[in-house]
């Protein structure tokens, strides 16, 4: 008999309406490399990221087996293509796989009533999904949806309901869920990513993983299999040979991620780190290196960081640097000694660390996190990533008992670009956040909210950096001045930036819906949702930052308040507080709105010779590579750069800079020139485009900030 093949489509799927920081499917990557080995020619298999490109491959060639990739940027996203799919073939099988799905049975039983999917693969899916596939295969030509729901076989990692009773059928956990070593093929060998990697329309970052799971269990978090809390691995050689191809096959500059939950915790991961720096200089197409250090092995992830170098500001997650705290949520950190020591070695190594800090934690107060971002800047983090805890289903956290032990509440915001319309339907992705505790208030959220925002914007993307690591160099803690500038401002001195500041402030407010319904009910009405369409939805801190940016008046404002709030506390030090203010307002690039929108203006400025010595510390500092022979030659020796370093470490500044100021004496000017290095102005302009500028600039600067920190940050020398 001439029988068909048996046609499946995955697809780990993406809102494509404005141009974002997404990855290539790298997950459903992995589950075809196993399927196309295990069944061969016998199949037809297809992987899609963009959902226009799956919705018109399933009208021209409909398949018989949907496989989603399902979390919650993506949910109601993968429910828009499930019924178009269905309108296509009604008897499409659709399987979800994912970790966003309650992990008791009674809440996979509940999610499969109220979902349109007919199966849910449960922790890791290449086998499991393998599995059901060949037992259909055996079975090939036939309705799937019938044959699976009254198969009466439970199937490895998978749940479905039976036909008759409605019975929860899940599967016991198949063998390779328990081995050390993945046994599985790698999906970038296999060619399976090349479409994505230099897809030229919407740029997807490379992403590669070299271990699973993760031993801390943290119940804020979903990663991994959390009844296997061992970790296990990809084969070393496979790993190598993957960086080897991504850097080779890449046409464009890329952000490469290592998605492993805890880099650092093998042995072996510094010969992969040597591997990745070998290939980064040797190409020099890699932006940026990301990576999640393991919580225990400070040692190794020194050393790995020495290795990196510039291109990576490696991530040590703390969540909390207030004692106690993070237990409630079941990890411990690492003593704050430890945690001192470890940042400490990574500067003496020349090199940096970022953290990440979550804002809610159950059992923490507004004071004990104000103290703790103290902390952050005391004990010498380049900068933290400070994020509002998602309730994610499938972790503890999100649990009727935990939540109620914790006064947990929780409301709903849209999830900025997460949005769209798909084959005539309308889709929005919402977040569930928590947004009160036992232990802080609705109003205290609402409040850091501001506080959050300037952290980010002097810090984080360093806009008012050199002020506030002035300040600090004078006893003055960078923590307090934000709180200051983060009450109520003078209107008539600052009438923008008021005005900002309570539209940020509204907007904070008002964004937050009890339901996923009641939000709906607002955003899908036609004219809100034409609103987000063209204007975006705004991820609040990235908005701001944009603005700041493309308005030098706002700008001129907000640098000015900072300037004010030191020099109250810093009396007879107005003329440097004042030069410091010009300083950080020319740092940045002037933007237009229009083609190029980035140019070099080669201005100068005049500095006194105070300032010029505390600005060494910024030269070279805008950017994370620098591939200039003399930087590569330097970079392992000990890269000088400050922030918030102790006082002592500054006294030595002339000495150690290469620059012209230590030759000068202390009433000398000098003077500095901006723009002195046109391949970054070229670098940026080529981002902006990249990223879609020509279409929405604002979006298009902000989707640059999520990927470099310091994109918009001048390169200057002395003359
Ligand atoms: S350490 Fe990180 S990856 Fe591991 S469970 Fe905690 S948050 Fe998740």
Known sequence: MNTRKLRIYLADLIHDRHIYNYSVPLNVGYITAL????????????????PDNLISTMKSLPPDILALSNYDWNVNLNLALTKIGREINPDLFVVMGGPNIRKKPEGIRDYLIHHQCDMHVVNEGEDAFSNIVEYIMGLWPCNIRRLINSSGIKFSNAAYLEKDTQNLMLGKKPDSAHEKNIPFPSPWLAGLLDPFINNVSFPLQPLIETNRNCPYQCHFCVWGDFELNKIRIFDFDTVIEELRYIFKKSEHQFNLTIAD?????????????????????????????????????????????????????????????????????????????????????????????????????????????????????????????????RLLDGSVMAEEDYRKKFGLESRFRVIPSAYGEYGGIKVIEYEKCVRKTNAMSTED????????????????????????????????????????????IDENKYPLLSKYIERFTKTANDEWYDSVEEAD????????????????????????????????????????????????????????????????????????????????????????????????????????????????????????????????????????????????????????????????????????????????????????LQKNQKAFLRSWKPQ
């Open 35 to 50: 399927l196309n080995k295990r069944m061969g020619k016998a199949v037809e298999t297809k992987i899609f990221k963009f």
């Open 261 to 389: 939950a805890n880099f650092g915790i093998l042995k072996r991961d510094t010969e992969i780190a040597e591997e990745v720096r070998r290939l980064s200089d040797q190409y020099k197409k890699a932006d940026r290196i990301f990576i999640a250090q393991a919580k225990n092995s400070i040692k190794r992830n020194l050393e790995i960081s020495k290795i990196l170098g510039k291109r990576c500001i490696p991530e040590f997650a703390v969540q909390t640097l207030t004692p106690g705290i993070l237990e409630y949520s079941g990890r411990k950190n690492p003593s704050n000694d430890a945690i001192q020591e470890y940042v400490a070695g990574v500067k003496n190594n020349g090199h940096e660390v970022m953290t990440d800090i979550l804002l809610g934690l159950p059992g923490e107060t507004k004071k004990q996190y104000i103290d703790s971002m103290k902390k952050v800047i005391d004990f010498g983090f380049q900068r933290a990533s400070v994020a509002d805890i």
């Open 445 to 488: 959220l609402l409040e850091l909210r501001l506080f959050n925002a300037n952290f980010f914007l002097l810090y984080y993307i360093e806009l008012g950096r050199p002020m506030l690591d002035f300040a600090y160099k004078n006893n003055l803690h960078p923590i307090d001045i934000i709180a200051e500038v983060s009450k109520k």
């Open 521 to 704: 009910n607002y955003f899908l009405q036609p004219n809100n949702f034409s609103k987000i369409m063209k204007d975006g939805f705004p991820k609040l801190n990235y908005e701001y930052a944009a603005k700041l940016l493309i308005n030098s008046d706002l700008r001129n404002e907000f640098l000015g308040l900072i300037g004010q709030a030191i020099k109250e506390k810093l009396p007879n030090q107005d003329f440097i507080v004042n030069e410091l203010v010009k300083f950080c307002f020319q740092r940045v690039f002037s933007i237009n709105e229009r083609s190029n929108p980035i140019n070099s203006k080669k201005d100068d400025m005049e500095l006194s010779f105070e300032i010029a010595n505390h600005l060494t510390n910024y030269i070279d500092d805008y950017d994370y590579i620098n591939t200039s022979s003399k930087v590569d030659k330097t970079v392992r020796k000990g890269e000088v750069r400050d922030s918030f370093a102790p006082i002592s470490t500054f006294n030595n500044k002339i000495e150690n800079t290469d620059s012209s100021i230590k030759d000068l004496n202390k009433n000398s000017k000098i003077k500095i020139k901006f723009d002195v290095d046109d391949k970054k102005t070229e670098w940026l302009n080529y981002q902006i485009e990249r990223n879609g500028g020509a279409n929405n600039i604002m979006l298009a600067i902000q989707v640059v």
